[in-house]
């Protein structure tokens, strides 16, 4: 079952159809991820507040601080989620919610919560849709 971010923007480009990270492991231009990548600087910007980003070679990687976004089920503290992606590719190839003995994908509402909490001075909103394909 596709994200609300992704029902909400449909598929607004030529070519392949979407694949929304929540409708299995593999993901491509899923609009909640693509938010994600947004706060991260995935366009050569200044990443937001709360993301450490580096690169190597053609490879992306992000930590993007969740400490203080009220995550994680009980007995789990979340300190930060883990992105990773090649290029621009519209395929986020790791995505893990970190923190104290923990490690797992991360779920819908909490990488909301989390763009809501980090993406407001990248100008990323949960209601606008990412038009970006590879
Ligand atoms: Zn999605």
């Not at 600087?41 to 053609?58: A, C, I, L, R």
Request: net charge negative; hydrophobic share 30%.
């Amino acid at each position: 079952m596709a994200c609300k971010m992704c029902k909400k923007r449909g598929k607004n480009w030529e070519g392949s159809d979407p694949n929304c990270y929540f409708d299995g492991d593999d993901n491509w231009n899923c609009a909640t991820v693509n938010a994600i990548r947004d706060i991260c600087g995935d366009w050569g910007e200044t990443p937001g507040k709360g993301v450490v980003k580096m690169g190597v070679e053609d490879e992306n990687m992000a930590l993007v601080s969740a400490w203080d976004c009220d995550l994680g089920e009980e007995d789990e503290y979340p300190s930060c989620l883990y992105v990773q992606w090649y290029k621009r590719r519209g395929r986020t190839e790791v995505l893990l919610l970190l923190g104290e003995g923990m490690n797992r994908r991360p779920t819908e509402d909490e990488l909301l919560m989390i763009i809501n909490h980090r993406g407001f001075n990248k100008g990323v909103s949960t209601l606008e849709s990412s038009t970006d394909s590879p």
